[in-house]
């Protein structure tokens, strides 16, 4: 028989969402069962056989070009009457590997499994099933279900169906419907104070030899699983030891499974080069708690595609996490609908053994977010990067999220800094997304161990923000980056072309940014705010080095006579600058009160940008009120040096007592425009 070889190569552009994906060179014929007659568009098939005696009726058409390795139907009757057994189906299935490869084929019925056979890998417990290499499963019409008493209150086991703890290639299943019945198999004694992490799974493969390469699951049902997984790729005890690769699992349905447990992932993906592709993810209720699924998909491996999926009432739909053999990198999430509790996708990665997590692209999902009260969580997201040590080079592009409900707060896009010395993001992008109904659009938090790298964030809009579960009115902003730490500064952060719009005739959004922190390069331009409540920006942040458009920023002015501040006393100070690019506007204002004071020498103001030139230009314009005779005074306003001076005539300058001694409601103001 041929044996199947697939090479595998991914190119990924990110920021510019381009992707190639080749498979290839395949030598070797490929088929797939897909409906009736027995039929081939290669040919006849000549040696059919199946397991069990009586006549198969509901036949099968074969079809080319798919990925599984064609090879002879093998007669694999369990034993001289034709029933078919457990033992019998080890026997099918130890048969075709040892000659070389092919099919077993389960007549349609519903079997009740009662695994037996002890396997010892990362746990301990009993599989019905040990697989072997090139050996295609074909299962329309059969439901393999747990016999019921496997695991008990009294007695809970860890119990698979088909598992190995041994290295596979080239195995498929194709349309079985995996009951473990769950109901019957209980896992958790101490339910519903705590709760167990059993694993029973239909397919599985663990310790350290336990994976397999190149694999098929297709029209598979996983149904009523109490235990923690439906499908692993592999879980090994020791580090560094190798993952499976080339696995596919598509057009399957997960349904009622995590109903005793409260970490049910439904595939467990320690694998390089997965497709996860047009699966759905159900279950009768919204989880909010335990038990119930948790998370329909781990990645834990490297080029990945999780795409075409739907995902309905889950905690969460996947997480990207990593692996102890190899960096968790090249993924992409896309073209998924979800309606989550928690989260979205969350990333991962919370021990120095395990590997980077990076190159991770999410785009043209939909995420739909509950908002039931009875969540633990106080903050939801569909995506959520907080974890205890790096994740760099993320993208999240395209997608569109959805909320309703003031419950629990949400947040599109949320980020916290690890609090691991030496464990700094980067290189995130949040890119033309739309959000609607959440608390925030993006929430950034760096903290005093560690800042952030470079964070941009454009072309995104997020409509009607609203106050919800712990946050309340006056805090709620589409760009929120005032969690940033005075001492974990962002390195570079961009917000551009972003759209932060309350069209509600009650208006709920505080602001459109709001920027605070340590900031080292800052570069914001083109963004949009419609309807804001409070202002459309505010900004308390030390930044660095500022570029890009700004509009009416408020500042406290400094107001000095020559290098000695002026006491303000009980008068008061405004001021505001805008920028265009390199190009500053300037207006402040100092109202004298009576207990203002002023150091001798020329009155000028601390500009808040250093010009880019030091000799004096005549740049601006001042006013002066005198209040004792109602009468103003104007001039020229001057920079030189870091501050703007208001000139007289000739060389003399304005000071205390020139043009007027300044006294009580007295007012100054200079605007004043300069290049930084």
């Known amino acids: 028989m041929t044996k199947r070889y697939m090479a595998w190569f991914v190119a990924l552009l990110f920021y510019g969402a381009s992707l190639s994906w080749n498979i290839g060179p395949v030598n070797a014929e490929y088929f797939n069962v897909r409906a009736h007659n027995l039929t081939s568009d290669n040919g006849a098939i000549t040696g059919f056989s199946q397991i069990g005696s009586s006549a198969f009726t509901d036949n099968l058409t074969l079809y080319s070009n ?76 059969v439901t393999l279900k747990l016999a019921d008493s496997q695991s008990t209150i009294a007695s809970p086991q860890r119990l698979d169906i088909f598992r190995s703890v041994s290295a596979v290639t080239n195995i498929s299943f194709h349309g079985i419907t995996f009951d473990m019945n769950g109901a019957n198999n209980k896992i958790s004694p101490s339910a519903p104070t705590s709760y167990n992490s059993y694993s029973q799974s239909a397919i599985g493969f663990d310790g350290n030899n336990g994976r397999a390469d190149n694999v098929l699951i297709e029209d598979c049902k996983f149904i009523n699983n109490a235990g923690s997984n439906n499908i692993v790729m592999g879980s090994p005890v020791a580090t560094g030891q190798t993952l499976g690769s080339g696995w596919t699992v598509r057009g399957c349905y ?215 579960g712990v946050f309340s009115a006056s805090e709620i902003a589409g760009l929120a980056m005032n969690g940033i730490n005075a001492a974990g500064p962002v390195n570079y952060l961009d917000l551009t072309n972003n759209t932060i719009i309350d069209d509600r005739a009650v208006k709920l959004t505080d602001y459109g940014m709001w920027l605070a922190g340590t900031i080292t390069s800052l570069y914001v331009k083109g963004n949009s705010y419609v309807g804001m409540k409070t202002a459309n920006t505010t900004d308390t942040a030390t930044v660095t080095n500022r570029f890009g458009e700004y509009a009416n920023i408020a500042f406290t002015p400094q107001w ?83 501050s703007a001076y208001m000139g007289i005539d000739n060389g003399v300058y304005v000071e205390n007592g020139t043009p007027i001694t300044f006294g009580d409601a007295d007012g100054i103001t200079i605007h004043i425009r300069y290049t930084k």
């Open 254 to 468: 997960f349904d009622n499974n995590g109903t005793d447990t409260n970490d049910h992932s439904s595939i467990y993906g320690w694998a390089n080069y997965v497709r996860i592709e047009s699966n759905t993810f159900t279950y009768p209720t919204l989880v909010v708690g335990n038990p119930g699924p948790d998370t329909a998909y781990e990645v834990h491996g490297s080029t990945q595609i999780f795409t075409k999926n739907i995902i309905n009432n889950y905690s969460r739909m996947m997480y990207v996490a990593s692996n102890n053999t190899s960096a968790t990198e090249y993924i992409i999430i896309s073209n998924n609908i979800s309606y989550t509790s928690t989260r979205g996708v969350e990333f991962y990665r919370e021990t120095a053994a395990e590997y980077p997590v990076r190159k991770v692209q999410i785009s043209k999902n939909i995420f739909t977010m509950a908002d039931d009260n009875t969540v633990t969580e106080t903050l939801t997201a569909p995506v959520f990067l907080a974890t205890g040590y790096s994740v760099t080079e993320v993208v999240v592009d395209g997608n569109k999220a959805y909320k309703s409900g003031t419950n629990l707060g949400t947040c599109f896009f949320y980020f916290t800094a690890s609090t691991t010395a030496g464990q700094v993001d980067n290189s995130i992008i949040v890119s033309n997304n739309y959000a609607s109904g959440f608390t925030f659009g993006i929430g950034v938090n760096t903290n005093a161990t560690n800042g952030l790298g470079v964070f941009i964030a454009k072309g995104n809009t997020f409509k009607n923000l609203t106050p919800a």
């Open 560 to 642: 000095r006579c020559g290098t000695d501040n002026v006491t303000v006393g009980n008068g008061t100070v405004s001021g505001y600058w805008s920028m265009n690019e390199m190009l500053v506007d300037v207006t402040a204002t100092l109202t004298v009160g009576s207990s203002t004071s002023f150091p001798g020498g020329n009155l000028n103001l601390v500009l808040p940008f250093t010009p880019s030139f030091n000799s004096p230009r005549y740049l601006g314009n001042y006013f002066i009120f005198d209040n004792s005779v109602s009468k103003f005074r104007t001039g020229t306003a001057i920079t030189d040096t870091g």
């Open 66 to 141: 798919d990925l599984i390795t064609k090879g002879p139907w093998r007669d694999t009757r369990s034993d001289a009457s034709g029933s078919v057994t457990v033992a019998g189906i080890q026997a099918s299935i130890d048969n075709v590997s040892a000659a070389g490869g092919g099919n077993v084929l389960i007549p349609p019925g519903t079997y009740s499994i009662a695994p037996a056979t002890t396997l010892v890998g990362m746990y301990t417990g009993k599989a019905a099933f040990t697989m072997k290499s090139n050996v295609h499963i074909w299962g329309y019409g």
